[in-house]
């Protein structure tokens, strides 16, 4: 059953600038605050940010966290985890990323913030995680898991889009 938007509620104009400046200082995502409001919704166990009918970001517990509709929308520039091409399609069918298959990631990464996850050849977001290690240490670890997946490509919160069209 496809997830419904509920309990929809327009942002005060303070809230609304409090919210992407955090998306800016987080990721260094530039939202433009003019022209689109801003709402908080339930979609299925989540709580999103809509800007119109388009999910940019998601709450998670205190965080907040971009989705990969809002990062294609609106490109990030910080904390990013750069993996090969060969754990593409693990992490397009909701996989948690493991170190082997980073190539890189940005070094103000601490373990516990809220990271965006891109492939090294086309740098195109595929999911949005909680960094398990911190950047260094993911990029040159060997094994184990180095970010826990809460968003990816295919999930309830990226069909929202599809859905309302």
């Known amino acids: 059953m496809a997830t419904k938007i509920r309990r929809r509620s327009r942002l005060r104009q303070k809230e609304a600038a409090e919210v992407l400046h955090r998306l800016q200082d987080d990721f260094g995502m530039t939202v433009p605050p003019e ?4 709402d908080e919704a339930e979609a299925g166990t989540r709580r999103v ?7 940019i970001a998601l709450f998670v517990e205190e965080a907040l966290a971009p989705t990969v509709r809002g990062l294609l929308a609106f490109p990030a520039t910080k904390r ?10 693990f992490i397009y069918n909701g996989a948690d990323v493991m170190a ?3 190539v890189d990631a940005d070094p103000a990464i601490r373990a516990g913030d809220i990271v965006w ?7 195109r977001p595929l999911s949005v995680g909680r960094a398990i290690l911190d950047g260094p240490t993911m990029a040159r670890e060997e094994k184990g898991k180095a970010v826990e997946t809460i968003h990816h490509v295919g999930d309830e919160i990226w069909r929202l889009g599809e859905e309302e069209a």
């Open 35 to 38: 022209g689109v409001p801003l």
């Open 49 to 55: 940010l809509l800007r119109g009918d388009e999910a």
């Open 80 to 89: 990013a985890v750069t993996v090969d091409m060969g754990a593409v399609r």
């Open 100 to 102: 082997p298959g980073i």
């Open 117 to 123: 996850v891109c492939d090294e050849k086309n740098r």
